[in-house]
C-alpha cells in the first residue's frame, strides 16, 4: 500500500476519537538549508512538553505466505523502528506539524521531550490474528514499542484520554520483552485494566482465564462504560467550542470585556486552554460531566445557578463550570467573572478557564472567559470564595467511571510525589 494511503487511513480512524485531535499531529516537516522535508516520524503524540514518536510500515498489498509474511514483519519492524529512533534524535532541530483540527504548529528546537517510540505495523493481510515472529530492533536509549495499526487504535479508544495513553505506555515498558508478535494487545490492555493500571506479573499470566476475566468485567459495567463516554462527552463538546468561534461573539460580550476576545485566525490562548482541558484523564472528564449532570439537573427553570470548579493537584489553572437558569447571554459572562475570580482566590491560582452554561437550553452552547492574574482580594468576591467554594478545599479521586472518593496520601496529606487520577 501506497505510504501516504496508509498513513491517511490510520489518520482518518485516529480522526474518529475526538479526545486525540488535539494531541496527534501529522504532516511532520524539519526545514533543511531552502528545502522543507519530511520528518522520519509519521506522527507525534504530543502532551505539553512531552511527545510519543510513531512510524508506520504498511503491507505493498501483495498476499503472501505465513513464512513470508513473518519474515516481512520481521523486517519492516527493524526499518520502523530505526525511523523511530531517528525520529526521537531529530526532535533537537525545528520543526513543524498539524494536529487533526487543522492547526500547523512550530516546534523550537529541543521544545519537545519524547518518552517512547511506537512503530506501528499496518498489516493488513492478518489486521486481527495473532502472528508470530521475532522481535528485531536497533538499540535505543528509550523504548519503542512495537504494536499493530488495529491494536493502537483500539487502546488508544479503550484508554479514553491522551493522558491515559502516556501512561500505559511509559508502564507497558517494562513488559516489551515478553511480546513476541502482534495482534495480541488485548491481553495487556486487559490486565492493566483488571489490575489498577499495573503490569506486574503479567509475564507469568494465563492468557485464556485473562480473556475470560475481562470479558466479565466488560459485560458486567457495560452501561458505566457507556455512561463513561456520555459523561465525558460535556467536556469535549466544551473542547469543540474552544476551536470555534461564535459568528456574532461582539454582539453578546460585555463591553468592558470586548477587548479581549481574540480573532478567529489567533485564538491562542483558547487552544492551550482546549489542549489543557482535552488532556485531561477520561476519570477527569468523567466526574466533571457527572458533577455537571447532578448540578443542571435541579437548575433547569429555577432563576438560580450552579457552579463547580475543577483543579488537578498541583497544577496552576483551575477549570470553573458555572451554570445559570433564566439569565441572558451577557449577563451569564459578567457573573461567570465573577465566579472565576473568586476560585482563583479560592484556589490560589493565576490562571483560570470559566465555561458558563445555559441550564434551560443546553443546546446554545458554551461561553468561556480566560483569565490571567491573581484578581485582587476584595472583601466581597473573598465572601463569595467562601461560599460557593467552601472553606476547605477537598482532594478527591475518581475512578475510571468518574465516580470520586476522598483521597488522602498513605504517606500524609503534604506528601507531594504523584497526582493521583
Known amino acids: 500500500m501506497d505510504r501516504g494511503l496508509k498513513v491517511e487511513r490510520f489518520i482518518g480512524d485516529f480522526s474518529s476519537q475526538f479526545f486525540m485531535k488535539d494531541f496527534v499531529y ?3 516537516k524539519f526545514r533543511s538549508g531552502s528545502q522543507v522535508k519530511s ?11 512531552e511527545c510519543i514518536v510513531v512510524s508506520i510500515k504498511g503491507t505493498d498489498g501483495e498476499p503472501k505466505s505465513q513464512e513470508r509474511l513473518k519474515l516481512w514483519l520481521k523486517k519492516k519492524c527493524w526499518d520502523g523502528s530505526q525511523a ?6 531529530r526532535l533537537n532541530i525545528p520543526i513543524s506539524a498539524e494536529n487533526l483540527w487543522g492547526e500547523r504548529r512550530d516546534f523550537p528546537a529541543g521544545s519537545l521531550k519524547a518518552r517512547c517510540g511506537i512503530c506501528v505495523l499496518e498489516c493488513s493481510q492478518e489486521p486481527l490474528k495473532e502472528i508470530d515472529f521475532e522481535i528485531t530492533q536497533p538499540a535505543s536509549l528509550l523504548p519503542i514499542h512495537v504494536v499493530s495499526a488495529n491494536d493502537l487504535l483500539n487502546t488508544t ?3 479514553g484520554s491522551i493522558w491515559d495513553v502516556f501512561q500505559y505506555f511509559d508502564k507497558r515498558a517494562v513488559i516489551r520483552s515478553s511480546f513476541t508478535g502482534i495482534n495480541g494487545e488485548r491481553f495487556p490492555l486487559a490486565h492493566y485494566i483488571l489490575k489498577a493500571h499495573d503490569f506486574t506479573n503479567f509475564a507469568g499470566v494465563d492468557k485464556a482465564e485473562l480473556g475470560a476475566r475481562f470479558q466479565l468485567h466488560m459485560l458486567d459495567n457495560l452501561e458505566r462504560y457507556a455512561d463513561r463516554d456520555r459523561l465525558a462527552h460535556y467536556v469535549n463538546s466544551i473542547v469543540h467550542e474552544l476551536h470555534t468561534r461564535h459568528l456574532e461573539m461582539e454582539s453578546f460580550v460585555p463591553p468592558e470585556f470586548a477587548k479581549e476576545i481574540e480573532p478567529s485566525d489567533g485564538r491562542k490562548a483558547y487552544l492551550k486552554m482546549a489542549a489543557m482541558l482535552n488532556g485531561l484523564p477520561s476519570s477527569n472528564k468523567a466526574n466533571i460531566g457527572r458533577r455537571l449532570d447532578e448540578i443542571l439537573a435541579g437548575l433547569k427553570g429555577t432563576g438560580q445557578c450552579g457552579c463547580h470548579a475543577h483543579k488537578r493537584l498541583y497544577e496552576d489553572t483551575v477549570f470553573v463550570f458555572c451554570c445559570f437558569s433564566k439569565m ?3 449577563e451569564r459572562i459578567r457573573n461567570m467573572d465573577t465566579l472565576v475570580k473568586a476560585a482563583m482566590l479560592r484556589y490560589s491560582v493565576n490562571e483560570a478557564l470559566g465555561i458558563a452554561i445555559d441550564a434551560d437550553n443546553q443546546e446554545s452552547g ?3 472567559r480566560w483569565v490571567r492574574g491573581k484578581p485582587t482580594p476584595a472583601p466581597d468576591l473573598l465572601r463569595i470564595a467562601e461560599d460557593i467554594f467552601g472553606p476547605t478545599i477537598e482532594t478527591s479521586i475518581a475512578n475510571p467511571f468518574g465516580e470520586a472518593r476522598p483521597f488522602t496520601h498513605p504517606r500524609g496529606a503534604d506528601f507531594r510525589e504523584k497526582e493521583p487520577v
Open 84 to 89: 523511530t529512533k531517528v525520529g526521537i534524535q
Open 366 to 368: 458554551y461561553d468561556l
Open 26 to 28: 501529522i504532516d511532520v
Open 157 to 159: 479508544r479503550w484508554l
Open 39 to 49: 520528518h522520519n516520524a509519521d506522527l507525534l503524540f504530543v502532551l505539553g512538553d
Open 328 to 330: 441572558s447571554r451577557t
